[in-house]
């Protein structure tokens, strides 16, 4: 994980997205890239239906890069360490299209967000943007709502349906794994509407320990009413520092992503980190 790329709007939670990133680059000597998309201003059209620009438009845009380009500085200086390099990059333009070009670009090895933008509505990363960036992405993506104490992923919960391909997210996590030390717990939560037995599913979390050789692992089958929630009991009961879910086409997870705070049963949920990785995408 050389190249990581931390989209910011200056936001606590942008920041705290920065700080799962320097988490991983200490331990890799990569490099964090944060980049900040500037949307343009829309030119408006004349009755004769040509376009009007404004230079009132054109000079408030210079000064907003140069405002953003100095904040991006003063980040680099306060976080930048010894063994791993920050790069502050601005862009211009439609801010998915600017995160995923920038990530494809750099070859990015991992993209992480904050869940909430500086608004602190639904609409700028927890929203439309962020399952946009979740579900077209080919790279590994982690959300960010707050940062736990602690310097290490040492216990990731990895919950599976049993039913994608495990090898992209099983590799990765090895790679984690390798880097912090970590326990993978592997979960398949059973619902009323998506049930096996608890035999038939140890069995199949097994083959995967077996097929992937893998080491310091726990599988459990648990039972919950709502998939989403049972992820994050079963989270909270293994004290996970990352949360771990495979994301297809019709995967929702909303409530996971944004951390569980819908219901007052889950207050004591630590809105952990949730690791996502598309597949099938193209």
Avoid: W
């Avoid at 009132?56 to 845009?61: C, E, G, P, S, V």
Wanted: charged share 25%.
């Amino acid at each position: 994980m050389k190249n990581i790329i931390v989209p910011t709007d200056f936001s606590l939670k942008s920041l705290n997205a920065l700080e799962v990133a320097k988490r991983i680059a200490r331990r890799t000597r990569g490099q964090i890239h944060l980049l900040h998309v500037i949307e343009p201003v829309t030119a408006m059209y004349r009755s004769t239906g040509e376009l009007d620009y404004d230079d009132l438009d054109d000079f408030y845009m210079v000064q907003l890069i140069e405002m953003v380009e100095e904040k991006l500085s003063m980040l680099k200086l306060e976080h930048e360490k010894d063994r791993f390099q920050i790069i502050g990059k601005v862009s211009i333009g439609n801010p998915f299209q600017e995160i995923r070009n920038y990530a494809k670009s750099k070859e990015a090895d991992v993209l992480i967000l904050g869940a909430k933008g500086s608004t602190n509505t639904n609409d700028f990363f927890l929203g439309a943007l962020t399952d946009k960036v979740i579900r077209s992405s080919n790279h590994p993506v982690i959300t960010v709502n707050e940062v736990l104490q602690g310097d290490e992923f040492r216990n990731i919960v990895y919950a599976t349906d049993l039913k994608a391909d495990h090898k992209p997210m099983i590799n990765l996590l090895m790679r984690l794994q390798d880097l912090f030390d970590s326990n993978i717990h592997i979960v398949k939560i059973n619902t009323r509407k998506d049930f096996n037995n608890d035999i038939d599913t140890m069995v199949k979390l097994q083959r995967i320990a077996d097929q992937y050789m893998l080491n310091n692992y726990t599988l459990t089958s648990y039972s919950h009413e709502d998939e989403e929630y049972g992820i994050l009991h079963f989270s909270d009961q293994k004290k996970a520092d990352l949360i771990a879910i495979g994301i297809h086409e019709k995967s929702g997870f909303r409530r996971v992503i944004s951390g569980g705070s819908i219901v007052e049963d889950l207050s004591g949920h630590s809105f952990r980190p949730i690791l996502t990785l598309g597949y099938n995408v193209r």
